[in-house]
């Protein structure tokens, strides 16, 4: 299994250009995510989503959207990227129901520079 | 607004020290999970704990779930320079199950 795939994973952008992350899982996770995190620290909650067709805003939304027409991918546009869109942005998905252990799966991530 | 404070937010240590990193909110979590994060990758689970006063170990580790499950506390004992890294705890809300909020990691260095 290839577990979660992000792309890209490095990627320059001028201020005002706009571009999708795309995360895709082959472990039929319900649930997605998307986080950010800058140099050094944790990672804060972009957008999530509990299953196809239904997202939610995390604790830093502004500037990004999120759709999830299947359950198997989870794409974030930047519209109008700015320099404090400069980050690692990670995708993660994970498993659901009684006896799991909520892990989180991680991509590699992809790194975002606005210049 | 939840939030989870981790300290110290940096730790150098020498090798064969023990140390211990604090997870703390004013908010109640159903769970609260411990991950460990390399350079270059993404974290990786080490412990989820559920119950309050939880007790897990794993080697040298031992992570406890605080009794009003508020806090949470990863204990290293003997570390090891193989121990650096970020760790990172997150906490899933009661009562919402899909958000999972990340603390802003605790960077340990270990020194042969």
């Known amino acids: 299994n290839a577990g979660v795939t992000q792309t890209p994973k490095f990627r320059i952008l001028k201020i005002g250009q706009s571009m999708t992350l795309q995360c895709t899982q082959d472990?039929?996770?319900?649930?997605m995510y998307w986080y950010r995190q800058d140099p050094g620290m944790g990672l804060k909650l972009i957008y999530y989503s509990v299953g196809a067709g239904i997202t939610d805003k995390g604790e830093v939304p502004n500037g990004y959207n999120v759709s999830r027409s299947t359950t198997e991918d989870f794409p974030l546009r930047l519209e109008l990227a700015a320099p404090s869109q400069t980050s690692v942005y990670f995708c993660?998905?994970?498993?659901?129901?009684?006896?799991?252990?909520?892990?989180?799966?991680f991509g590699e991530g992809s790194r975002l520079t606005v210049l | 607004t939840q939030l989870l404070e981790q300290s110290p937010q940096f730790l150098s240590i020498q090798e064969g020290e023990n140390l211990t990193v604090y997870c703390n909110s004013s908010?109640?979590?159903?769970?609260l999970q411990w991950y460990r994060q390399e350079p270059g990758e993404g974290p990786v689970l080490l412990v989820t704990?559920?119950?309050?006063?939880e007790v897990k170990k794993l080697k040298r580790l031992t992570f406890q779930f605080g009794d009003a499950r508020k806090d949470s506390s990863l204990h290293i004992t003997a570390a090891q320079t193989g121990d650096t890294g970020l760790y990172l705890c997150?906490?899933?809300?009661?009562?919402?199950?899909?958000?999972?909020?990340f603390g802003q990691g605790t960077t340990l260095q270990v020194k042969p």
């Open positions: 997150a906490g899933r809300a009661a009562g919402n199950t899909g958000k999972l909020i």
């Open positions: 993660a998905s994970r498993n659901t129901g009684q006896g799991v252990t909520g892990e989180l799966f």
């Open positions: 704990v559920v119950t309050g006063g």
């Open positions: 908010s109640v979590f159903s769970s």
């Open positions: 472990m039929n996770h319900n649930y």
